[in-house]
């Protein structure tokens, strides 16, 4: 079993940056293909990005692709998602999630990351 944490989100004015981390906890890390998620108030959970793995292999969704950037640390059982250039539509809890089937089993608490000038 996986436990998520995130950190880093905060308020930031439209065209910068942040970048959010999701420490894991577990020995079979390693072993999960990580995501993350994001919730606007008023709307569903959407996916944001995921990474395999190894790392090898990245996903995005088109609505952030060429702005963020997921990574991840397995010797720190760490998985990151550097945002640039955020816009107010980028506003919502940030989610990581990870999973070994096809579906994404653990979650963590969320963070939260609002842009606005």
């Known amino acids: 079993q996986v436990q998520l944490v995130e950190s880093g989100g905060g308020l930031v004015q439209p065209g910068g940056s942040l970048r959010l981390s999701c420490a894991a906890s577990?020995?079979?890390?390693?072993?999960?293909?990580m995501g993350w998620f994001r919730q606007a108030p008023g709307k569903e959970r959407e996916f944001v990005a995921s990474?395999?793995?190894?790392?090898?292999?990245?996903n995005y969704a088109d609505s952030v692709k060429g702005r963020f950037g997921i990574s991840r640390d397995n010797a720190k059982n760490t998985v990151y998602l550097q945002m640039n250039s955020l816009k107010p539509e980028d506003t919502a809890v940030y989610y990581c999630?990870?999973?070994?089937?096809?579906?994404?089993?653990?979650w963590g608490q969320g963070t939260q990351v609002t842009v606005s000038s």
């Open positions: 577990g020995r079979t890390f390693t072993l999960y293909r």
């Open positions: 990474i395999t793995s190894s790392g090898s292999t990245t």
């Open positions: 999630a990870g999973r070994i089937s096809d579906k994404y089993d653990y």
